[in-house]
């Protein structure tokens, strides 16, 4: 059997300490599946005084990332530290730039220097992998980047932010408030304390710019992403989606367009008897279409310590199991320095079916003004329904829901801005994208 | 760039017409992802003179698929013929022994030979890879065999068969019996003039026998599976499923149990609610459950020419990537000389739930004679309802259906012959495993 790989591990959470467990408990396992052993010869975290539950007296403390990455007998840097910042940056760069592999868990990181860390990994040789940075578990990166070599993508999108999908799903089946699922998510640990990057769809939004660049061979955009959270859904949007067959999940979508790449993450209503809709709480989807394979789905764990821990061995048995001499794989799937530029298709280009949902005021000539001014904007609706008022609803106000057939956001635009000139509406108008599986 | 990875391809049907296109239309693309560019140098088809639409003047003519692996001056033999027997079996060994990579979308030639064709590739020092082979474009055995390194697998099962989850959706969604959705699939294509091979679960098991040896380490056992067809499903047992909450779909299962691996294709009742459950039509679907990882759910096309070529591609790409000296994945997950001796769980010691659907003489005693028949047998029953008669029932007879918890296949066969003794049962009794995924 060949020497063994050694590998440094800079982060000792949730993930880094089930890394370590299974590397320890599983060494003779993964040295057969890898045709040589794996062992973690270096460590780092900031407090090395912390019961983590593991046994890591046999490999080299480094109180400092960037000095492992540097001076560590290793072939190859895990890094598990997470932000985009350091010390995840400098020691993952330090660690290129030295030639050792690189695998990482990292999604900001790579949603802000993703391309800069391929070019360095392709110019030294060596491998970076990081499957575990997009919906965790899910072998979406190995899919894009190895199984759909050769073909077209055109769109691909997912549920990939675990607290949104939980609380959306506790909003439809125990027909709660937004506010309580959220505090049930944080009781539960599956959001933090401050949810914001979670529900504003941010955390989406750096696991699409990634999927993007995979898809379609542009540069990472992450800043170029239109981005709308689901701190706005009530529950009456999640009723209104169901009567009308539909389910409500914050999905991330790239799609090429004749004008650019649209990337946008938002709530979307999905057809109720699709696969993805039937995806619930913190489990993730990603669905990949593509010319030659049609339409792949994967659903499942995006997040917790072992999913990700998985991920992560899973990138380093491939290292293990590559050799000296081995072509690479492009990072990105194709050489870095030869990605496009991105261009952005704008969202107010972005064409498809519409949900709006308005408020209005309980007088005659209310139904014929919202449809004249939809049609104006030449929108073709495919229902306009009244909602059953219940015992709560005030007399003088009634719902309003629209569901439009395929028109595009600007016209949608321009319809609800004349809609809100009327002097009818009461509060904001509702608007949500409709998303349709080509198939399954 | 590096030198073009020259390849022979042998069959030239859908696939691999499929193929040939695709390799000439994104040449380019090929080659910045792999590195370099794949050529068809050499084909082999039964039939020179058939115009399949596509142009192979280039590459060199083989009547005998045998000979161009012997002789053809290529690193890597396409096999796409299909069948257990010569020309694909004496082709690929002849292939292999030469020290020619090795892709094959071939079911029944790995059910049969895989582990002697594994070892021949592992002594040669060169790659046989077979993505095409289980559920068509869905990437199976990548995720198997490389993401989930590490991980024990408890349980794999999928919808492997279009043509029968076809003929299930179809008889559900619109109410038609099982020969008037067969006759269909055979119209629309999706069904061979003798189904046999596909309705009787045959063609599962195959894939099935692979998916366990690649999940559970095991020699491959294709001729050790408990099988049963959809040939015996009416509509009465898809309704009644309906009613409780179920679908029917034709599974393939591999568990691992006290008593060795259970392999089984049988059709499975599935909670509505799953994911699995809404695969709908030709679609394909593959379970993965592990301990690290957690499930994983993998949907899309099982079947067709370009799903499939593309599949063999994402194959071919992972060879043009590898160089020599580049370490070896091993095909079937392990060393092919180190997969353990398969154990068949037997099918009697099959724990789980039941559905049983009886026609019974419409006098009294009947129910409770049934009930005290499944307590004799340990058996405790989640319901027990007589179906709702249509205008068409004989009055003196009834329909009993019955949900089972979780029991053995022993008890349920020993209650079942036990009912049968009693005189009142009409015609014979419908038994239908239920599956329950573990989450989604």
Known sequence: MADALKIGIAGL?????????????????????????????????????????????????????????????????????????????????????????????????????????AVLAEEKGVILNFEAAVAGGIPVIKALRESLTGNTVSRVYGIMNGTCNYILTRMEKEKLSFETCLKEAQRLGYAEADPAFDIEGNDTAHKLSILTTLAFGTQIAADDIYLEGITNISLEDIEAAADLGYRIKLLGVAQKTASGIEQRVHPTMVPQDSVIAQVDGVTNAVAIESDILGELLMVGPGAGGNATASAVLGDIADIAKSRPGAQLVPSLGRPARQLDVYKRGEIQSHEGGYFIRLTVQDKTGVFASIATRMAENQISLESIMQRPKSHNDKAERQTVILVTHATTEHSVRQAVAAIETEGYLIGKPQVIRIERPVAN
């Not at 299974?22 to 599946?33: F, P, S």
């Open 13 to 117: 959470g949730t993930v880094g300490a089930s890394l370590v467990r299974v590397l320890q408990t599983r060494a003779d396992m993964l040295a057969v599946a890898c045709g040589r052993p794996i062992v973690a010869t270096a460590v780092s975290a900031r407090d090395r005084s912390r019961d983590r539950g593991i046994d890591v007296s046999g490999a080299q403390w480094f109180d400092d990332a960037v000095e492992m990455a540097r001076h560590a007998d290793i072939e190859l840097f895990v890094e598990l530290m997470g932000g985009s910042g350091d010390p995840a940056y400098s020691s993952v760069k330090a660690a290129l730039s030295r030639g050792l592999h690189v695998v990482t868990a990292n999604k900001a990181l790579l949603a802000k220097s993703g391309v800069e860390l």
